[in-house]
């Protein structure tokens, strides 16, 4: 493959938040980046060497767009996986692989793929029909999850009784146990193609019960060594049986019992890595781009308590985007703002993020609290 830095082309799949980040640390190693996404508008749009406006489940626009790269990447799963199989075939690199993206894809071939590891999940039966999911052996409560694209709490649905059928999804599907958790957690890990592999420290998350959606997470995680320690393990298992190459992120659950199970994967930066960018030697977008590129992979350790703050769109309000409060958040120390770019602002719709660094971690703890009080996305 050509040197990173020099004459390499490098294609993202999607032009979102993610991409942005992506290609921010991607101007620091010289790459030249081509971004493909559907939106004209989209986040990337003003970052990249080249951003061509497509479908990412076209295969005839996705092969096109990968027969003009080196290498190929996603910041997105929802993409035509047969023109990226087509594609790996004719001899462009495509990481992560098109087979696990494949896998990922679809939310009954991942739980499969933990049982036949004996990776702990929770208790799954997948449902083809709305009868079949009547007949379901697993008790009430239960989750009911659609096998493909559901994302950011879509495609999610609670069964608590059986009154609760009605509304249930009546498309492919799968229902799993209710998990009384303590906790919700995460762990990054990335694969290089020489094999090395490398986990970020455990994060602790907390859902927006509204949205369904990553709200604020806290890293390091101060739960026991060994939860940490066999958190980690989970994840470079996982990187590992998968021969994965770049970014896993790894959402799992911690009962009452304190037991970890494994709840989805996500095969690229991830909502519940953006801390590192302020919080750790490298970043989840350097990391990245070091595992595709087959370069050492780099230090993942905490530089200081990192608190991250989902900036959404504020209920009721949907145009252009105003933020109110920047200018009262940036007088704290330690407040370091991302905005993503988008121009039109819904209820929930990331918007940015905000990462509060602190040595203490009450003190990082209370600004983010006053940070979600204080900056509010109106139109």
Known sequence: M??????????????????RMLIQQAINYNVTVKVLDPDREAPCRRLCNEFVIGSLSDYETVYNFGKKVDLLTIEIEKVNVDALEQLEK???VVYPQSRIIRLIQDKGLQKQFFKENEIPTAEFQIISSAQQLKESHIPFPYIQKLRRDGYDGKGVYKVLDESYLAGAFTEPSLVERMIDFEKEIGVIVARNESGETKTFPLVEMEFNPEANLVEFLISPSTLPFEIQQEAESIAKKIAETLNIVGLLAVEMFLDKHGKILVNELAPRPHNS????????????????LRAIFNQPLGDTACLSNAIMVNVLGEAGYEGPAVYQGIEKILKCPGVYLHLYGKALTKPFRKMGHVTIVDNDREKAIEKARYVQETLKVIA
């Open 273 to 288: 890595g953006h801390q590192s960018i302020e919080g750790n030697v490298v970043s989840q977008f350097e990391q990245h």
């Open 90 to 92: 004719e001899g462009v």
């Open 2 to 19: 050509k040197a990173f830095y020099g004459d390499l082309r490098l294609g993202i799949l999607g032009g979102g938040q993610l991409g």
